[in-house]
């Protein structure tokens, strides 16, 4: 980057020290460079003008032009307010402001053209407007330049002390004054021409001080282009390091163990989805160089027996294999179907987790060393040091989530002699272009098939008032054998509030369904492991008919018996949370139900997931819902990646086709030149190596 953009922010003209530090701890605005990629959030249309009678509640924001006639405090210290009456020639309206009462009330003058800036709301029958932007029709008109004005995010501090969205404009002209001229491209000429965008200065100029709309959109395009373009070529560089540097092992056959355990074993056929996905595998570990594959497959649709067969390919190739579960509960179930799917098959195949005695542990630590075990499964008891493959050749890691980076890194230890293939499984369905920015440096595989003869799961939402109803929806279920889950939110274990309606729940469901007749158990947060893993145990067994438990039970757990899903307060779980949850049923071969008890008053985005929510079975589907309704802010707690993502300008649930483009524009980049060595690169390369200057370095464990 430029010396000049390095500057610091204190030296711009109408800065100095005390704004540059107000500057720094608002917004994060530390030099020249930062203020210039301080993007406005909004733009207001200068052209159009309304008249108070022609303003509704459901117009975006807009600008009227007129006078005060009355301007009051009301209310006391705690409700203060700042209340006014705003007209035009059509008629009045109501304007309301909360906080920079004292300032306002001494600047804005009676009688005195105004333009004002907000939105209209409904309240009580009539309108009013809640802490417009206000300017005299004077300055108004001296400000004009552009047909559209940029508003910039400010925060109240900044606001009261001067430095409000106007302020900031009146900095960007000085900055871009000074700048102008000298701030450097960042894309290959190539680049630039091929996708028609405007230079890096010019669309920066437009962002901040559009001419027009038309120009205004090429300008978002393009910097959204180059924020997408560095992530992706960071992520494929990523990939590219791990495919050349990490020595994978070659599984060049398929034997016996493959070949008998598909032509005599399986019980089924594979969908055609399944088959794919093997064969994505089968090339990737044929080739020599490290497998990461990220495979996604709704629940139900079949990912276990995708993991098993990839884990023979390693063995006929005379290598080792490990599936490695989240939770005790899953281990358990991985290995009791993994054996039953192996029957009759000379593999040797043991369950490590950390009850697992001391004696037992010492015999699977002996087998694994000599290379006699072919498959481990286990939980994170897999990562202690003490656990040493002869050869370990792929490691199937199932509802990735639970993971994390470190552990990731540990596993690649496991070998002195090269990196395993790594499988990772997860039933988190995620939109295919968020799956490009979150999981760009690993290979993506989906199952988007499940398993004929599925019957949907009928979902039905209820109010409280059904409540009755639903007990005796339960009573039928569990005279025709069939078991019942029962959920209640826990979000935080440390909520008292959750944990006392859990407590109620329970007690109110051993009212309605007393023993003897029926067995109802509890799993919840709280309980040690070891009894949680009882209950469980219990209703897995079929000994217990109701399961009453918080979100413990999301994850992967398969009871084929279990044909009820009620979901107690389902308002307050998000949509992909919901949908795991529903997955818990339905996988058997009865008809199941999911029942969704909510509140009577639901926000907005509650009506949305449980309408989505009945409307639909599929992952995908859903979570795509999700990701508009959630927004790409909550993207961090899902990451995986080795690379931070940091988007100003791009929405991941809005943008999707840009990731495409702008992920092929770093491929053929990096297809042509990988080190980025080439003249033409020299801009992309001196960008990216700006940017990735202070950032932890994963790539060598993601
Ligand atoms: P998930 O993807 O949620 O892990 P599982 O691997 O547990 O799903 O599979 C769910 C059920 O579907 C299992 O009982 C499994 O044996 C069965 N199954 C998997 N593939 C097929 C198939 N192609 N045809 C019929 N049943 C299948
Ligand atoms: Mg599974």
Known sequence: MSQLLQTSIEYLKGVGPKRAELLKKG???????????????????????????????????????GEFVHIETIGATRQKRLSAIFKDDTGRIQVVWFKGIKFLGSTVRVGVKYVLYGKVNAFNNSLSIVHPELETLVEYKNTLQSTLQAVYASTEKLNNSGLNSKNIVKLQKNLFTQIIGKIPENLSSDIIDRYKLLSREKALIQLHFPKNAEILKRAIFRLKFEELFFIQLELLKLKLINTNKTRGFAFPSIGDYFNHFYEQNLAFELTNAQKRVLKEIRKDMGTGRQMNRLLQGDVGSGKTVVGLMSMLMAIDNGFQACLMAPTEILAQQHYASLSEMLEGMPVKISLLTGSVKVKERRIIHKELESGELHILVGTHALLEDKVKFHNLGLCVIDEQHRFGVAQRARLWKKNSNGVPHILVMTATPIPRTLAMT?????????????????????????????????????????KLGRQVYIVYPLIDESEKMDYANLQAGFEDVLNKFPRPDYQVSIVHGQMTNENKEFEMQRFVNGETHIMVATTVIEVGVNVPNASLMVIESAERFGLSQLHQLRGRVGRGAEQSYCYLMTGYKLSDDGKLRMKTMTETNDGFQIAEVDLKLRGPGDLSGTQQSGVPVNLKLTNLAKDGQMIEIARNAAKDILDKDPNLQLPEHQPILAFAREQQRGKTNWSRIS
């Not at 509640?57 to 032009?65: A, E």
């Not at 290979?443 to 409540?467: A, Q």
């Open 438 to 478: 979150l999981y760009g440096d690993l290979d993506v595989s989906v199952i988007d098939e499940l398993p004929p003869g599925r019957k949907p799961i009928e979902t039905i939402h209820w109010f409280e008032n059904k409540r009755e109803r639903l007990w005796g929806v339960l009573r039928e279920q569990i």
């Open 27 to 65: 917004l994060n605005i530390h030099t020249f460079g930062e203020l210039m990629t301080h993007y406005p959030f909004r733009y207001v249309d200068k052209t159009k003008f309304y008249t108070i009678s022609e303003l509704h509640p459901d117009l975006p924001y807009i600008q009227i032009v």
